[in-house]
Nanobody, 120 residues
Framework: DVQLVESGGGSVQTGGSLKLSCVAS????????MGWFRKAPGKEREGVAAVATDGDTTYTDSVKGRFTVSRDNAKNTIVLQMIDLKPEDSGMYYCAAHAGRYCYWTSFGYWGQGTQVTVS
């Protein structure tokens, strides 16, 4: 079965940094778009960052220049490096995956349990 397991969340002050990791099992990462979503209380789930099989990345406008997503197919792992964090970045961050060479925000079908990020 497919499992996506996130780690690295925590509480930081405004301007701080966090690195989130997601380890996938049950899939070969090289065939999947991998992404990060977040959900804040009272808000809809939002796509944050995604990385295609060739390493091409996509970010929501609010995190451009501050977040970096990368993949290591050999380790079946993706990382979201977050710097200059703001209170509006707070939420539960979910790792997600969908099959295919390129990324589509509406196509993600596999989801992790999430890791909490709190910025104050």
């Amino acid at each position: 079965d497919v499992q996506l397991v996130e780690s690295g969340g925590g509480s930081v002050q405004t301007g701080g940094s966090l690195k989130l990791s997601c380890v996938a099992s049950g899939i070969t990462l090289g065939g999947y778009c991998m992404g990060w979503f977040r959900k804040a209380p009272g808000k809809e789930r939002e796509g944050v960052a995604a990385v295609a099989t060739d390493g091409d990345t996509t970010y929501t406008d609010s995190v451009k220049g501050r977040f970096t997503v990368s993949r290591d197919n050999a380790k079946n792992t993706i990382v979201l490096q977050m710097i200059d964090l703001k209170p509006e970045d707070s939420g539960m961050y979910y790792c997600a995956a969908h099959a295919g060479r390129y990324c589509y925000w509406t196509s993600f079908g596999y989801w992790g349990q999430g890791t909490q990020v709190t910025v104050s």
